[in-house]
């Protein structure tokens, strides 16, 4: 990442009007295409960004590998185990019966009460 980028000029403003220590900036399909731009106040700000960046990679690899394990689940024709209610402010487990609106359980596909992921779950409770 040494050397100029795309989006320098960008990334050195956004870094002067922030005042922040770090300042990252990735453009996909932007104007002059994709591009990431790095500005920093030195080492341990760099450190700081280079360890937040990998964070946050490692919860787009999790997240992604979580997607295609229920892509996978529901092609192969697996019972379902949740229902999205409210319009999709709630989640509602099969197996249990019990509705969570709280928007991580939702996100998750998540049930508090069986502590189970409906993306890796296999059917109703009784079956498994």
Not at 30 to 50: D, E, F, M, Q, Y
Not at 58 to 72: K, S
Request: neutral net charge; hydrophobic residues 40%.
């Amino acid at each position: 990442m040494i050397g100029p980028g795309k989006y320098d000029a960008e990334a050195q403003r956004l870094f002067e009007e922030t005042r922040a220590e770090s300042v990252l900036i990735v453009v996909v399909g932007g104007k002059k295409g994709n591009g990431i731009s790095a500005k920093n106040t030195g080492i341990v700000a760099g450190k700081r960004l280079a360890d937040l960046l990998r964070g946050v990679a490692e919860g787009l690899e999790r997240d992604a590998l979580l997607a295609m394990a229920a892509a996978a689940t529901e092609a192969a024709g697996a019972v379902k185990t949740y229902e999205l209610v409210n319009d999709g402010a709630a989640i509602k487990c099969l197996r249990c019966g019990m509705t969570s609106y709280h928007p991580q359980d939702v996100a998750h596909k998540y049930c508090g009460n069986c502590h189970v992921f409906h993306h890796l779950a296999v059917g109703p409770k009784e079956y498994s």
